[in-house]
C-alpha cells in the first residue's frame, strides 16, 4: 500500500468517540505502573521543588555529588604547600666581596682597560626639582 492510498483510507474513516469507561480505566493502570509519576506532575501537591528537580533518578545525583566530593578532596590533599621564601639582610661574607671584585677585574681585562670601568653610579631617590643644580651662576658687573 502506497503513502497516498493510506492518506485516502484514513479520510474515509469516520471519527468515533472513545468510550466514557475507558479512561479511568486506563488512567488507573498507568497510575498503578508508576505511582510516584502523577505526584510529581501535580502543582500544589506539596512536594518541595528540589525533589521534583532530582526526582528522575535522585541516586545519579547523589553519585554525581560524591563524585565531586572526592575530586575535590584529593584537588586539596595533593596541593603542594606554599614556600616563602626568607630573604636575609646580612653583610655579605667577605671572601664573597674579594671574588666579586676579582670577577669585575678579569671582566675589565676582557673587554678592555681596567681603566674604562667606571664604577656604578649611586640612585638619588629625590625629585629632579629637589635636586641642587650643581652650575654656577656668574654675574658681570
Given at each position: 500500500m502506497k503513502p497516498d492510498e493510506f492518506e485516502q483510507r484514513l479520510r474515509r474513516q469516520t471519527l468515533r468517540e472513545i468510550p466514557a469507561?475507558?479512561?479511568?480505566?486506563?488512567?488507573?493502570?498507568?497510575?498503578?505502573?508508576?505511582?510516584g509519576a502523577s505526584l510529581n506532575r501535580q502543582r500544589g501537591s506539596g512536594v518541595p521543588w528540589w525533589r521534583e528537580l532530582l526526582w528522575p533518578c535522585p541516586q545519579a545525583w547523589v553519585g554525581l555529588a560524591a563524585v565531586w566530593v572526592v575530586i575535590l578532596m584529593l584537588n586539596l590533599a595533593l596541593r603542594e604547600p606554599v614556600h616563602v621564601a626568607k630573604t636575609?639582610?646580612?653583610?655579605?661574607?667577605?671572601?664573597?666581596?674579594?671574588?666579586?671584585?676579582?670577577h669585575r677585574r678579569l671582566l675589565a681585562e676582557l673587554v678592555g682597560s681596567p681603566t674604562d670601568v667606571e664604577p656604578p653610579k649611586r640612585f638619588d631617590a629625590r625629585r629632579r626639582g629637589e635636586i641642587s643644580n650643581p652650575t654656577l651662576a656668574v654675574r658681570f658687573a
Open positions: 469507561g475507558w479512561r479511568p480505566e486506563i488512567l488507573r493502570i498507568a497510575g498503578a505502573a508508576c505511582p636575609s639582610n646580612a653583610v655579605p661574607a667577605p671572601e664573597i666581596l674579594i671574588a666579586l671584585r676579582e
